[in-house]
């Protein structure tokens, strides 16, 4: 399927102009480091680089870190000599959101590049500015001709293997850089918030991995403090400062961002943490996640507090980002029959009924931070995601996914498509009424991909309650191999404007397209 004509990605002056800035800035693995020059003269810098998030035909949010408190100021142009350039006056960032802030745009014209840069002022004085810093994004296109492409992807500094200077750090984020997508869906599980990062790590085969290490990332994090370290962590590596300065991000969470396999209410039985009640951690990690990345529903927005949000890219895709992790029950072995909480929570399956039902896209991709089918064990007899391994009827969490699939069918929700990451391998799914036990629904696929930096892991057993088979999966034989020892893996989807075809490709670090799937629009199941 022919790509669309896209702007050449490496060689975008004001992409490297700002990326250079924040090279210089962070040579020191230090979470706080300012480049010396400007701390001298008393300017604020833009060390940690920029990001835009939740991008549609209209509007999108830029990000900003200050090392001081500065008033952030955005410039948008349709050229790289930003002639004619609309101003664009941001917030005052201080140490009450560890000087991080963003802002919005408005009134875009859609489906066009959009070259931005970011400058910071003095408080007290606003011709004492900091060096700017540039990054680029397109809006979504206002016509379906367009096509969309884009990554999906999750999983990053897990396991204790973080960003290794000997390798180049995060390369996979200078790789999907290069195939120059309208954005990145990372799946969840952008930190590893109860992960620690050691020095250095022996191989099995006596290698060394070696990592860049911070004060926060060597406990768990408890603190606020300890989760905005975490969340700083990865943007030490200048892959994903450059990645971040040209694609434009839909960020969702899941459970390393607070704690492994964390759900409300949960009192830790786990002598690392002095803070026991898990209710306290997400407030903090919330607060932490919404200072570090540009999410529409975290910043005021008329959507609320929260990460559940529709992103609309265009006549073609609309997003429908979950939260399967703030509203869900207590894992259990997930056999009662009646659970109206369930993995989404009563409120977020209305919401996303109610927005299904009314979106006139193309293409529905629920972009779901746990698989559906896959059993995701958490300890001897519970469970953490949907599935608990019992073939028949659905029971526990089933009973709302089951609900949510019937009212897809009877409503007649076409082009539904289901994207995730979490188990660090890559499969595709296919669930089919007739090999199920739970029938009263159309067909649909399930594609997994993911780690980008963390270790990999043997594949989950399937459960048949929703007929899946699994007609891809590569997945190592051992737990935890190295991303030294085996590529990033990453997902594209790419949209043709002419046909409507959505095509799925499964890559890995390296170029190689390890599995692909056309779909075909307007169908209920497929």
């Known amino acids: 399927m022919p790509y669309r004509p896209r702007i050449p990605s490496p060689d975008r002056r004001t992409v490297l102009r700002g990326s250079l800035v924040a090279t210089a800035a962070l040579t020191l693995p230090a979470a706080g480091a300012a480049a010396p020059a400007f701390a001298r003269s008393g300017r604020p810098h833009a060390a940690w680089g920029v990001q835009v998030g939740d991008v549609t035909s ?21 050229t790289e000599s930003f002639r004619r350039a609309r101003t664009w006056h941001g917030p005052l960032l201080g140490a009450g959101t560890d000087f991080t802030g963003t802002t919005p745009l408005y009134g875009l014209p859609p489906g066009k590049q959009v070259h931005y840069r970011v400058t910071l002022a003095a408080p007290d004085d606003p011709r004492r500015t900091g060096e700017p810093v540039y990054g680029t994004f397109r809006t979504a296109p206002a016509r379906r001709r367009d096509g969309v492409r884009f990554l999906w992807s999750g999983d990053i500094a897990g396991q204790g293997w973080g960003i290794n200077p000997d390798i180049g750090g995060y390369r996979v984020y200078d790789e999907m850089r290069r195939l120059d997508p309208d954005f990145f869906l990372c799946s969840g599980d952008n930190i590893y918030a109860d992960g620690v990062i050691e020095p250095s790590v022996t191989l099995p085969d006596g290698r060394v991995w ?25 943007l030490l590596d200048d892959n994903l400062r450059r990645f971040n300065a040209q694609v434009p991000s839909v960020i969702q969470w899941d459970d390393h961002e607070v704690r492994n396999n964390w759900y409300p209410g949960q009192i830790l039985d786990d002598a690392r943490y002095s803070e026991k009640n898990v209710d306290v951690l ?69 919401w996303l009924e109610r927005e299904l039902s009314r979106s006139r896209a193309v293409w529905k991709v629920i972009a779901a931070d746990m698989p559906l ?24 969490r089933e009973l709302q996914i089951a609900g949510l699939l019937r009212f897809i069918k009877h409503h ?28 009263d629904f159309a067909p649909f696929w399930e594609f997994v991909t993911g780690p980008l930096a963390a270790g990999q892991f043997p594949s989950n057993a399937l459960d048949g309650t929703f007929g899946p088979d699994q007609v891809f999966v590569q997945a190592p034989d051992r737990a935890n191999v190295s991303p030294m020892e085996t590529p990033a893996l990453f997902g594209e989807v790419d949209i043709d404007g002419d046909s409507g075809e959505l095509t799925v490709r499964l890559r890995e670090q390296g170029g190689s397209v390890l599995f692909s799937k056309v779909l075909q629009p307007g169908r209920v199941g497929q």
């Not at 949010?61 to 090392?67: F, H, T």
């Open 210 to 234: 070696h990592n860049v290490t911070t004060q926060e990332k060597a406990k768990v994090a408890e603190t606020l403090a300890d989760y905005r370290g975490n969340f700083r962590y990865n």
């Open 373 to 396: 089918g896959l059993v995701v064990a958490d300890g001897a007899t519970d469970f953490e995601a949907v599935a608990q391994g019992d073939p028949g009827a659905p029971l526990g």
């Open 282 to 350: 997400a407030a903090r990690s919330t607060q932490a996640f919404g200072e570090y990345f540009p999410v529409s529903t975290l910043h005021g927005s008329a959507g609320g507090d929260r990460v559940h949000r529709v992103v609309r890219h265009g006549p073609l895709l609309d997003l429908f980002v979950l939260d399967m992790r703030t509203f869900r029950n207590a894992n259990s072995p997930g056999r009662q029959p009646d659970d109206a909480t369930g993995i989404l929570g009563a409120e977020q399956l209305a």
């Open 412 to 439: 007649r929700i076409t082009g539904t498509v289901w994207l995730t990451a979490d188990v660090h391998y890559t499969s595709a799914q296919h669930y089919a009424p007739e090999r199920a036990a739970f029938k």
């Open 58 to 78: 209209s509007s999108a949010l830029v990000w900003v870190r200050s090392d001081r408190p500065a008033r952030m100021v955005v410039e948008t142009s349709a």
